[in-house]
């Protein structure tokens, strides 16, 4: 329980040091000792998609990965997608289809649109409800979320939204 | 002169009312800054823990912290006797809910644990890991005691008083009935009877309850950031039972990550944590996990009800006559009771129909489960499943579709205003139009011959509608009267600013609707003034006009209304100064997206924030005795009607797997009238947001207990809640019957969806599994549910067949047929 661990990382393009106790979780690690919070807990199962984060560009469960294992690893959060940009559209898309509504969900979401839309730059409807379908939104019945997330497929790939 | 709302005005400067307008606090969501309670941290900040009850009843023996006390972090152990000293105990009972009892509750209980979860002591440590780290080494003795599981024994003797002190298990009792009921029964052409089942089910909020309390002990005042749906009833909860001057208590609510009904409730942990914090005079924070949201979250709609419905040969309904029973865990929950639900669905059943003959019992119970209370659409989707259910049996039984004998028996659209037979006040509804709007949408004609060509194929859909109405706008019959300090009003502030900017501060609060989208539509339109130039405060009882904030759909209706009112009177003032200024008649002047112009060419005369700088700076150049008033507070609250009824119609459409008993989704309308919609996009979102809440617990969500007491489902890989694949695309069409009682003429829309989806959807099934003769009418509608209906499963519980006679049967027959699982319709006799 008390074990601590060195771990040196870089987070949203920073690198950080910290000594961690070897059961704190990458959520924990991000809000509680880097203070980024936009990475929500909503189960701490790995079920609900809430704290959804990038890792080494592949998409984890912060809840399900220990932040002792993370030495040397790149972790993007929320925070840091928004501040390069990289997501910018989507975001955009989700305000303008009301895609977000207590937003406590959102960040993760975001994070997994954005996922299957570096490796299917076209998705169906179909493809996008399956990819999204391990992150939980109480609010939206997720119809207004798919829209947002196909509107900006279609953008990006040069055509006109709906 | 209703100029303000016209929506025909929609393309002139600043009009917003009606308009798909993002919602300004959307932004900092998306990028993942907004502030919820556990992104808060304050100086000395500590975390509270619960040592919670394994047993659904037990004796508290002794409880023994000393290990606990000795591990790191931890700061104090605390039990009921501890905090009982400095929280008064409440009782959730309302006055005009005639002989409603409960018993007292306090932070933590003394003597008994009455829920398996129920929060029996704190440990407080420095973080919440040590906090959690502790729990196991609290020891608690507890005595287990028989408990009163099953709410249909709850009242039977042998079973367990909870409360030996009310003498019996019944909290609420009440029967709500007009015209003469078994006269009518008597000459009916046919009678369909069933009972059905509402599963227990609960909000699942994807931000768990999360409070943060700190009480300063030099000024006396406890602030305490909290995710709740209403601050000063909050406010008022704290001050009355810690003991401290309404003045003392500050509740500042900021994001919410979801609420749904779950978070406007008085939970003993959440008070319990308030009570520490003025102990030990320091912050003091808990969040609870998944595990505890499951066990202590209320819980909602957990609902048997007989009932059956006479018809005459054309389909006319003759009566109806409903008896339910619901089981409430051990306590009413504070201070909206855990009577209302089961009131309502009295209120509510047979809402959208005209017929003569009603008689609705409910029986409220309490039980050793967790608490039950208020969750989104209270009420409504049980009356609409029983309901709805009933017609459709009805139709089956004098063979009509299941829309003509909803169209001949509809309150026809022209007959408002009008009382229903449960006595609910309709001012006006479009029953009709919304149905002849549904069937274009989604081509009714179409889909029946889809699903007769499909099933030659061995494919089985169905297709089911349900209609509703949805109580909002509440006015202080729902609970004002019963003594409840909930308040029914609401205020709005509404100020310029010296820059021309204007602030709207609100009693509504913002849970992700878009409250404050809203507030700055109207605002933005009232005043007059560019949308981006309006910023609203909600949530913060030291800085808004006091009021109920949001629940019962009463944000747009009650506290919009308030905001309009006090915009209007802001732009008057302004006018007034502006009419002193500009040498003319403030009458003949307007303020437009901005400017001061005059109201006949339209031309610009002042800018706003010229006007406001020399209010501010330089009013010695102004007239003396001239009132520059350019901040007005206006309070709303309804008079001529208890409530303000939405109606609407849902259908839905889905395929039935007979071989796996898997439900597959393929699309859901609805077509709901809120009145004035003034914001389309938020209304759609709410719409569909609570179709899927509603899909939820018809389909997938049930809290599930064991015989003992024990709550079987402990996260979210057990408890199952809709995800994006399962769920369908969702339409969403609108008649729009504005309130008169208001300028703005809006009433509530998110609840709609949820009150009607699961009554479509149980409907939708059974004509799936019409060519079977299979039914079901316990949800949630499990596969392995369907498949019992099929006969393909033994069924683990009663599920009493629907039947139809052409007789009267006694009342409660139904429960005697309960030992036949198979569904079976029999009895199409007679003439």
Same mark, same amino acid.
């Given at each position: 329980m008390s074990t601590q661990v060195d771990i040196t990382l870089t987070v949203n393009g920073e690198r950080v040091s910290r000594r961690v106790e070897a059961r704190r979780h990458l959520v924990d690690f991000l809000r509680l000792d880097l203070g980024l919070m936009g990475t929500h807990t909503g189960c701490e199962h790995g079920v609900c998609g809430a704290c959804t984060v990038r890792v080494d560009g592949r998409i984890v469960r912060g809840c399900l990965v220990l932040a002792a294992s993370l030495d040397g690893a790149s972790v993007e959060t929320i925070e840091g997608l928004s501040d390069t940009g990289e997501i910018r559209d989507l975001q955009e898309a989700f305000v303008a289809r009301n895609a977000c509504q207590c937003g406590y969900c959102t960040p993760g979401m975001l994070i997994t649109a954005a996922d299957l839309l570096r490796a299917r730059p076209q998705p169906t409807r179909a493809e996008i409800r399956e990819h999204l379908s391990g992150n939980y939104c109480r609010c939206t019945g997720y119809h207004a979320i798919v829209d947002a997330v196909e509107a900006t497929a279609r953008r990006r790939n040069g055509k006109a939204g709906p | 002169m209703n100029e303000v709302i016209d929506p025909r005005s929609v393309d002139r400067p600043n009009s917003y009312i009606g308009k798909s307008v993002p919602r300004p606090n959307a932004r900092k969501l998306v990028e993942g800054r907004g502030q919820f309670v556990d992104d808060i941290v304050l100086p000395r900040m500590v975390h509270a823990a619960f040592v919670r009850s394994p047993h659904a009843h037990a004796r508290i023996l002794r409880i023994d912290a000393a290990e606990a006390l000795g591990m790191p972090g931890v700061l104090r152990v605390l039990t009921g006797k501890d905090l009982e000293p400095h929280c008064e105990p409440w009782v959730a009972t309302?006055?005009?809910?005639?002989?409603?009892?409960?018993?007292?509750?306090?932070? !933590?209980?003394?003597?008994?644990?009455?829920?398996?979860?129920?929060?029996?002591?704190?440990?407080?440590?420095?973080?919440?890991?040590?906090?959690?780290?502790?729990?196991?080494?609290?020891?608690?003795?507890?005595?287990?005691?028989? =408990?009163?599981?099953?709410?249909?024994?709850?009242?039977?003797?042998?079973?367990?008083?909870?409360?030996?002190? /009310?003498?019996?298990?019944?909290?609420?009792?009440?029967?709500?009935?007009?015209?003469?009921?078994?006269?009518?029964?008597?000459?009916?052409?046919?009678?369909?009877?069933?009972?059905?089942?509402?599963?227990?089910?609960?909000?699942?909020?994807?931000?768990?309850?999360?409070? !943060?309390?700190?009480?300063?002990?030099?000024?006396?005042?406890?602030?305490?950031?909290?995710?709740?749906?209403?601050?000063?009833?909050?406010?008022?909860?704290?001050?009355?039972?810690?003991?401290?001057?309404?003045?003392?208590?500050?509740?500042?609510?900021?994001?919410?990550?979801?609420?749904?009904?779950?978070?406007?409730?008085?939970?003993?942990?959440?008070?319990?944590?308030?009570? *520490?914090?003025?102990?030990?005079?320091?912050?003091?924070?808990?969040?609870?996990?998944? /595990?505890?949201?499951? =066990?202590?979250?209320?819980?909602?709609?957990?609902?048997? *009800?007989? =009932?059956?419905?006479?018809?005459?040969?054309?389909?006319?309904?003759?009566?109806?006559?409903?008896?339910?029973?619901?089981?409430?865990?051990?306590?009413?929950?504070?201070?909206?009771?855990?009577?209302?639900?089961?009131?309502?669905?009295?209120?509510?059943?047979?809402?959208?129909?005209?017929?003569?003959?009603?008689?609705?019992?409910?029986?409220?119970?309490f039980q050793n489960k967790t608490p039950t209370c208020q969750y989104r659409a209270v009420g409504h989707p049980i009356a609409t499943t029983v309901t709805e259910g009933l017609v459709d049996l009805a139709a089956e039984a004098v063979g009509l579709d299941p829309v003509e004998l909803r169209r001949r028996n509809l309150m026809r659209d022209d007959s408002y205003p009008r009382t229903s037979p449960a006595g609910m006040k309709f001012e006006g509804l479009s029953h009709i139009a919304s149905l002849d709007k549904l069937l274009a949408m989604m081509d009714y004609a179409g889909l029946r011959a889809e699903q007769a060509r499909l099933r030659e194929r061995g494919i089985h859909r169905g297709i089911g509608f349900a209609s509703f109405i949805e109580l909002t706008n509440p006015s202080p019959f729902m609970y004002g009267i019963g003594g409840a300090r909930i308040s029914a009003q609401d205020g709005c502030t509404v100020r310029i600013d010296p820059d021309g900017s204007v602030m709207a501060a609100t009693g509504v609060t913002e849970q992700g609707q878009g409250t404050e989208a809203v507030i700055r539509q109207i605002v933005a339109e009232a005043v007059g003034v560019p949308i981006a130039e309006v910023r609203v405060i909600t949530g913060d009882t030291l800085t808004t006009p006091y009021g109920g904030g949001t629940w019962a759909c009463r944000g747009t209706g009650i506290g919009g209304e308030a905001a309009l009112q006090a915009g209007l009177a802001v732009k008057a003032a302004t006018l007034k100064v502006a009419g002193a200024m500009l040498q003319a008649q403030p009458d003949a002047l307007d303020l437009v997206d901005g400017h001061i112009v005059e109201k006949r060419s339209g031309q610009a005369r002042m800018p706003l924030a010229e006007l406001a700088r020399i209010v501010y700076f330089r009013g010695d150049t102004l007239p003396p005795d001239l009132p520059r008033e350019l901040m007005q507070t206006r309070h709303f609250i309804t008079k001529e009607y208890p409530f303000a009824f939405t109606n609407g119609v849902q259908a839905c459409w889905l395929e039935v797997d007979v071989e796996t008993g898997l439900v597959t989704l393929l699309k859901h309308w609805c077509v709901e009238d809120c009145g004035r919609i003034v914001n389309p996009l938020l209304v759609d979102e709410q719409v569909r947001g609570g179709i899927v809440q509603g899909i939820g617990g018809a389909l997938y969500e049930h809290c599930i207990y064991s015989p003992e007491g024990q709550l079987m489902v402990g996260s979210m890989a057990d408890y199952l809640v809709p995800m994006a694949a399962e769920m369908p695309d969702i339409e969403v069409g609108h008649v729009e019957t504005p309130t008169k009682e208001s300028l703005l003429g809006a009433k509530g829309a998110g609840e709609a969806g949820t009150a009607g989806a699961p009554a479509a959807l149980m409907n939708a099934i059974n004509d799936a599994l019409r060519p079977f003769g299979a039914k079901v009418l316990a949800q949630p509608f499990t596969p392995e549910r369907i498949l019992a209906a099929l006969g393909k499963v033994p069924a683990r519980w009663p599920a009493p067949a629907p039947t139809v006679a052409a007789g009267s049967p006694a009342h409660g027959a139904g429960s005697a047929r309960a030992e036949g699982f198979w569904t079976r319709l029999f009895g199409r006799r007679g003439t």
């Open positions: - | 309302l006055a005009h809910l005639k002989g409603m009892k409960s018993a007292p509750q306090r932070p !933590l209980p003394i003597e008994r644990a009455t829920w398996a979860g129920e929060p029996v002591a704190a440990v407080v440590a420095e973080s919440r890991a040590a906090a959690e780290d502790a729990l196991a080494r609290v020891r608690v003795d507890y005595e287990p005691l028989p =408990a009163a599981v099953d709410m249909e024994t709850a009242l039977a003797p042998g079973t367990p008083v909870i409360h030996p002190e /009310l003498g019996d298990n019944l909290c609420f009792q009440r029967v709500n009935e007009t015209g003469k009921v078994d006269d009518a029964f008597a000459r009916a052409h046919r009678i369909v009877e069933a009972t059905f089942h509402t599963g227990r089910h609960t909000g699942a909020t994807l931000e768990p309850r999360s409070i !943060l309390a700190d009480f300063n002990r030099a000024s006396g005042k406890l602030t305490v950031y909290h995710s709740t749906q209403a601050p000063h009833m909050m406010q008022s909860v704290f001050a009355k039972h810690m003991r401290l001057a309404e003045g003392d208590v500050r509740v500042i609510c900021g994001d919410v990550g979801g609420s749904y009904g779950i978070k406007v409730h008085v939970y003993p942990d959440e008070v319990a944590v308030a009570v *520490i914090a003025r102990l030990m005079g320091r912050p003091v924070k808990f969040v609870a996990d998944r /595990l505890e949201s499951f =066990a202590s979250d209320i819980h909602a709609r957990d609902h048997r *009800i007989k =009932a059956r419905m006479a018809v005459d040969a054309d389909g006319r309904i003759l009566a109806i006559d409903v008896d339910d029973l619901t089981g409430i865990g051990p306590y009413s929950v504070y201070p909206r009771t855990s009577a209302v639900e089961g009131n309502q669905v009295v209120n509510l059943v047979g809402g959208p129909y005209d017929f003569p003959n009603f008689r609705a019992k409910t029986t409220v119970v």
